[in-house]
């Protein structure tokens, strides 16, 4: 079973932490809230660094080149003209 930490999108942890900012920012909490808030504060900014490096992760696979190189953004984008250029040679 999933814990509720592994469920939350990055979307959902970043919202979350930005109402815990909130809170802690106004001082609408009592110190134990405080620390308890800011223990989740830790525990979501892992959610969205690991949510982060997945994503990353994911896309650099896509964008890898067919030698096994990665392609940087700019190199993809040329790429991507190049094909379309080749494409319209065609017809």
């Known amino acids: 079973m999933k814990s509720k930490k592994d469920e939350l999108n990055f979307e959902e942890a970043i919202s979350e932490l ?3 900012a909130e809170k802690l920012e106004k001082g609408q909490i009592s110190l134990e809230d405080s620390i308890l808030a800011y223990e989740r504060g ?3 900014k892992k959610i969205c660094t690991d949510r982060l490096k997945e994503a990353e992760s994911r896309i ?3 964008s890898k080149a ?6 940087k953004e700019s190199s993809i984008r040329k790429s991507k003209k190049s094909d379309k250029a ?3 040679e065609l017809f």
């Open 66 to 71: 067919p030698d096994g190189s990665v392609q």
């Open 42 to 44: 830790v525990e979501l």
């Open 60 to 62: 650099e696979i896509l």
């Open 86 to 88: 080749e494409s319209e």
């Open 18 to 20: 930005e109402d815990i």
